[in-house]
Structures are given as C-alpha cells and as structure tokens.
T-cell receptor, first 112, second 109 residues
Framework: NAGVMQNPRHLVRRRGQEARLRCSPM?????VYWYRQLPEEGLKFMVY????????ESGMPKERFSAEFPKEGPSILRIQQVVRGDSAAYFC??????????FGSGTRLTVV | GQNIDQPTEMTATEGAIVQINCTYQ??????LFWYQQHAGEAPTFLSY????GLEEKGRFSSFLSRSKGYSYLLLKELQMKDSASYLC??????????FGTGTRLQVFP
C-alpha cells in the first residue's frame, strides 16, 4: 500500500461543493483504477485510466463525476456539486498492465 | 452481467479453520483475487488464482474451479487479527476488478 499515495485521507464537503481526490500511482505503474466503497458495501469499479487516456469509464455516474490522469502529476477524480449520496470511501489502485492492482489508503469523503 | 456472491458474515474460533466461498458469473475471466480489508483501511492482496486448483501461502490457501465458477479462501490456525472483511474479486476485460460485497469474519477467543 505504501507505494500508492492518495490525498487527502479525509475530505468534508458541503452539499453543492466540488471534491477533488488525488492519486499518485506506484513508481513505474502506468495504469490507475478508481473504486468507490459505500458504507457496508463492496468496492465498485468506477474508471480505468492510462496517462492521458481513459480506457474504461463504464462505472462512472453519467453526471458530476470526471477523472483524468495527465502526462505529469497525479490522477484526479473530480466530483462536482456533491450530494449526501456521494459520501463514501474512494480507493485508487495502480498496476502495470495485466495486474490486479495495489490499493492506496483511500479518501473518505463526507458530504454534510 | 457481472455477479459475485459470497456470504455476508461468518464467525469462527481462534485456532480453528474457516472456509469462505465465492461463486461468480462474469463476462470474461482473467483470474480471481482475494483481498483482506480491516475496517477503515485499504484492501490488501492475499491471493491470485488463474488456473484450477489450490494455491497455498502460509496459513491462507485459495482454490479455484473455473468450470464451476467457484473459489474458496481457507484460513487455518485462526488468530484474532484475522477478524476482517474478505473480498473476492474477478478480473474481467479490460483488466478491471469486479468485487463481491465481502465476507465479514469475526474470530472469537
């Protein structure tokens, strides 16, 4: 886990604000996955990115959510106009191609 | 569709053996993972099966039958610190993981 860095660890936002979650993959890893875990539920796939490219975004809600993985810098998961239902733990995983992924410590988003 | 089933909760006694089952029906299969997750923490990798059979790693073993869409995680010599959620996940194209809801294991002294 130490290699995948997520920040912030905890994030509190009021309804209607924007949330930005950051993920720096392990050194040498070129793929990033974002998962969401609602309280008492399993992890749900959201999006899979390579540098400057979205490979699979089939798990992303159609509105308010976006993700990017620029050539330089961390991957960003952006949630606009947050609602209470967005409160969850958001985990990032990084891997070289063909691997399952090493998870970061997660960002716990609370919408008040 | 993608469907992964595992029991919601299990209990066991310290020193005992417990088997956590997982059945899956997925569009594509590129391997099955087991993760351990303590409350409030990230999942940590336990095992990976891509071929049928048993993989043993210390106190933990994992079994896979692709024809039956079935796996289990076997934990031996249970310790209190093994109390956690155990997540079964299937890797499907294109390399994403589909998770079950997890099995919460409680180990009692």
């Amino acid at each position: 886990n130490a290699g995948v860095m997520q920040n912030p660890r905890h994030l509190v936002r009021r309804r209607g604000q924007e949330a930005r979650l950051r993920c720096s993959p392990m050194k040498g890893h070129s793929h990033v996955y974002w998962y969401r875990q609602l309280p008492e539920e399993g992890l749900k796939f959201m999006v899979y990115l390579q540098k400057e490219n979205i490979i699979d975004e089939s798990g992303m809600p159609k509105e308010r959510f976006s993700a990017e993985f620029p050539k330089e810098g961390p991957s960003i998961l952006r949630i606009q106009q947050v609602v209470r239902g967005d409160s969850a733990a958001y985990f990032c995983a990084s891997s070289p191609p063909g691997q399952g992924g090493t998870f970061g410590s997660g960002t716990r988003l609370t919408v008040v | 569709g993608q469907n992964i089933d595992q029991p919601t909760e299990m209990t066991a006694t310290e020193g005992a053996i417990v088997q956590i089952n997982c059945t899956y029906q997925t569009s594509g299969f590129n391997g099955l993972f087991w993760y351990q997750q303590h409350a409030g923490e990230a999942p940590t990798f336990l095992s990976y099966n891509v071929l049928d059979g048993l993989e043993e790693k210390g106190r933990f073993s994992s079994f896979l039958s692709r024809s039956k869409g079935y796996s289990y995680l076997l934990l031996k010599e249970l310790q209190m610190k093994d109390s956690a959620s155990y997540l079964c996940a299937v890797r499907v194209p294109a390399d994403k993981l589909i998770f079950g809801t997890g099995t919460r294991l409680q180990v009692f002294p």
